[in-house]
């Protein structure tokens, strides 16, 4: 079983929509959850961590975390062709173990 | 946040060799990782190098193929030997801060 599980997409939303991005994960010893967001041909940048149960917003991101269902969630509001792109979901304990990751595509 | 540099960017190789790939971070670091992005894939992790201590390998990777060097809280290098073209792949280090995790801009090996 995958530690990290993502559906891989892609996800297509129209522009000025929200986008919804899930994930789940197995191991109950995981204190920190990320969202990366990967452009083709370059390296993840980091959009949002959580580590508590509820929300945590920043700017157009939201990013939801449920201990107990062992679910995080990445929310983007007003999305834009910009915000295509692949976004990883990883957790862990003094290690961070990504999903498959899920492809966004927002068209005008 | 910590800034890296890794290098080579890219290279293509023999079957058969050995190709080291080197990470220089600006700050001192506890923990430095290591992944492989096969194409078309997500990043997996392949072991966490801590200074002063063997680096801590994930299931699927061993040492003699991935060799790790962790010499001070600055730099680590990753050997990918033995190479075969299934070895083709971005490998990036990391390292990770309160803040999040950080990424090298990668090297991009063929093997040919």
């Known amino acids: 079983q995958k530690e990290v599980e993502q559906n891989s997409g892609p996800l297509s939303v129209p522009e000025g929509a929200i986008a919804s991005l899930n994930c789940t994960y197995s191991?109950?010893?995981?204190?920190?959850f990320f969202w990366y967001r990967q452009y083709s041909g370059k390296s993840p940048e980091l959009i949002m961590f959580i580590y508590s149960n509820g929300d945590k917003e920043d700017g157009r991101f939201t990013a939801q975390l449920n201990k107990a269902s062992q679910y995080v969630s990445l929310l983007i509001r007003d999305s834009q062709p910009s915000d295509s792109a692949t976004y990883l979901c990883g957790g862990g304990y003094n290690k961070l173990i990504f999903g498959a990751g899920t492809r966004l595509a927002v068209h005008p | 946040s910590a800034v890296i540099s890794q290098k080579p960017s890219r290279d293509i190789c023999q079957r058969g060799t050995s190709l080291t790939i080197q990470c220089q971070v600006d700050s001192q670091v506890t923990m430095m990782f290591w992944y492989r992005q096969q194409p078309g894939q997500s990043l997996t992790l392949i072991a966490t190098?801590?200074?002063?201590?063997?680096?801590?390998?994930e299931s699927g990777f061993v040492i003699d193929k991935f060799p790790i060097s962790r010499p001070n809280l600055t730099f680590s290098t990753l050997t990918v030997s033995n190479m075969s073209p299934e070895d083709s792949s971005i490998y990036l280090c990391?390292?990770?801060?309160?803040?999040?995790?950080?990424f090298g801009s990668g090297t991009r090996l063929t093997v040919v």
């Open positions: 990391s390292v990770g801060q309160e803040d999040g995790y950080t």
């Open positions: 190098a801590n200074q002063g201590s063997e680096a801590t390998y």
């Open positions: 191991d109950r010893g995981s204190q920190s």
